[in-house]
């Protein structure tokens, strides 16, 4: 169990990062189920009720979620749901329960880039921006590829364009962490697939979708892109399973995902 010296909530972003900063031993306070899982010893937790980002909402051309949403808004979200085909939902929908989705932070999930996130493979698949307090706007996939460095984010931007999208993903039992995950879009004719849980951070299979960009779509092209996928990225074994399963794993959901999304 972690411990709280002091709770502490700020008015304003820049109030909350210059906390955050004072001393290593602060920290930002999401939906803390995460932080209960471990014995951290935090002086002051930075509570972000107060600075409005609990929000999503559609504004110049991007949808635009707050921090502090919760995984089931992202869920729940009308505007997410029908430009993005129910990708979020159906990513979100295998997280735990209901009660726990509810405290779930949006924030804390990409910030802390867990390798078998369901959240960052469906949102590398999109258009997606973070803002963060210090490092600025960048792309996600950007973003995943840095290094760790102490930030405040504040919140997640996703083009507002409509898409064909889906997800699947492999678990051995319901609420488990997944075994493999995997995301696919296709907005403008230009595809994009994502896999996570190698059980690496996700990543997006790049050559796999400029063969489907390339392509006319036929049985013949998915099932060439599914394969292309699993020889590109590289997978690893832990104890929910092999890099060998993992592969083979990748090819099907792959294959599966894009026959979803085109249906
Ligand atoms: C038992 C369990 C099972 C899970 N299973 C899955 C799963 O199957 N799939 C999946 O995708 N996810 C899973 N998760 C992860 C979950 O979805 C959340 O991503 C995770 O709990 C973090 O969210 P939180 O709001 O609870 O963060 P917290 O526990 O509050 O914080 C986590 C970390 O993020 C930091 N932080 C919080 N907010 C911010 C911010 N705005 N900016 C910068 N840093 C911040 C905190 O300081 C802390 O270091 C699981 C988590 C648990 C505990």
């Known amino acids: 169990m972690f411990t709280l010296r002091s709770v502490a909530q700020p008015q304003t972003i820049e109030e909350a990062y210059k906390l955050l900063i004072q001393k290593r031993t602060n920290a930002i306070l999401g939906g803390c189920a995460f932080l ?78 867990y390798g078998f996130s369901d959240i960052l493979t469906a949102l590398l698949v999109l258009d997606t921006q973070v803002l963060l307090y210090k490092g600025g706007r960048m792309k996600l996939s950007e973003f995943l590829m840095r290094p760790f460095e102490r930030d405040l984010l504040t919140n997640v931007f996703i083009k507002a364009d409509d898409c064909q999208a889906a997800y699947q993903c492999l678990r051995n039992s319901a609420s488990d962490y997944p075994v493999l995950n995997v995301a696919v879009a296709c907005s403008q004719d230009q595809w994009r697939i994502a896999v996570g849980a190698r059980p690496g951070r996700a990543a997006l299979a790049l050559q796999a979708a400029s063969l489907l960009n390339a392509e006319a779509l036929s049985d013949a092209t998915i099932e060439q892109a599914a394969k292309l996928a699993s020889l590109e990225l590289s997978f690893g074994t832990n104890m929910r399973g092999t890099a060998e399963y993992r592969r083979a794993m990748c090819q099907t959901l792959v294959k599966r995902a894009i026959r979803e999304a085109i249906r």
């Open 36 to 113: 209960k899982l471990g014995s951290q010893r935090i002086d002051t937790g930075i509570d972000l009720t107060h600075l409005g980002l609990n929000l999503i909402q559609e504004k110049d051309g991007f949808i635009e979620i707050g921090a502090s949403a919760s995984l089931r808004d992202l869920e729940t979200n009308p505007v997410l749901t029908q430009r993005f085909s129910s990708l979020l939902t159906n990513a979100t929908a295998n997280i735990i329960g209901v009660q726990f989705r509810n405290l779930a932070t949006v924030g804390a999930s990409v910030f802390s880039k």
